[in-house]
């Protein structure tokens, strides 16, 4: 070959790679926002289908076992899955990112935020827990107790001077950190969708939702303090309180301590969710029954995000476990196909950017499942499901971005 045309050939190459990189770089160079009751990707629609895996954390903070964190992004991106909600949190006990009170090991997350990006996969990252799985509320309260506060019950987390005080130093601590492989602070990360305040808050000592509403105020203004450029939620799973008690009819029977309404009206929140688990919620009844609450509670939430808070929602958490009487994966595809389709119909009518399934697990992590859990490699039907919601979510995105 002649030289010339070589050096043409290898000019063109060179732009081609230039121009791809460019293009990849652009892309994961953009943080998603709100408009209104829409999720926006510079300035585009964004809609997505997504899926819960908390445990990555825990298992990236074992370097034999990372590989495990990389099948699950890889795997997902295959599916066309986008979003993933993981936990930023572990307080105390074992593989733990907050060993105690200000002190952590923090590789681990720097891991899972890096995988994620070189998967083109964006997460939601949680703050803490309301359950003693990994830390969470008992964990700080503990803290303080063995410090010597004077602490009644985990419902001192969001009232108490001091425990509120760990918790701001564990948000500042992970919105400030530089990974260590990327080198990027999280707070300036495009990688990160968004930051929630906890997971599934809920509180014994006023089911008004009026404890919850305040502390959410409190915190959601002191990451918005440090981070204003990420988008910001709860962790709600969508229970009622008592600001509007019409609504109260759609809970499943009782009261958590949260009020969808005034803990979403906070403007430093700037999208709801929902959780919904029929099976454990509404037990005993039968799928029918159980989808018709589902039925219920999305549309209720899905009109009052885009209503009255004005805000986009997201479909955070939903699943069918096999310990489930009856189970079998064909009436997990066809609940999570009916989920999807709502979901579908959400998003056309505007006001919801996606769901999120609960939830994934690499090939041999029998030890984490619970009955929900997902392995795509091993369920090719409910793979073509998520596959298929992928397409549709894309689809749609491409066709509200066109003028």
Known sequence: MPFSKRSSILCCLLCLFFLGFEARTSLASGLVQTRGTQFVLDNSPFLFNGFNSYWMMHIAAQPSERYKVSNVFREAATAGLTVCRTWAFSDGGDQALQISPGVYDEN????????????GVRLILSLSNNYQDFGGRPQYVNWARNAGVRVSSDDDFYTHEVVKGYYKNHVQRVLTRINTITGVAYKDDPTVMAWELINEPRCQSDYSGNTVTSWVQEMASYVK??????LLEVGMEGFYGDSIPDR???????????????NNLIKEIDFTTIHAYPDIWLSGQDDDAQM??????????WTDSRTLLKKPMVFSEFGKSSKDPGFSIMSRDSFINSI???IYGFARAGGIGGGLVWQLLSEGMESYGDGYEIVLSENPSTSSVI????????ALEHKMSRP
Do not use: C
């Not at 997350?109 to 890096?114: A, Q």
């Not at 018709?292 to 939430?301: D, I, K, P």
């Open 387 to 394: 596959s298929q919601q992928s397409q549709q979510m894309t």
């Open 248 to 262: 109260k009819q759609y809970n499943p029977g009782y009261q958590v301590g949260t009020d969808f309404i005034t």
């Open 108 to 119: 681990a997350l720097d891991y899972v935020v890096s995988e994620a990006a070189k998967n």
């Open 340 to 342: 999807y389709s709502n």
């Open 225 to 230: 303090s440090i981070d204003s450029k990420h």
């Open 292 to 301: 018709a609450f589902m039925r219920r509670w999305m549309t209720s939430h």
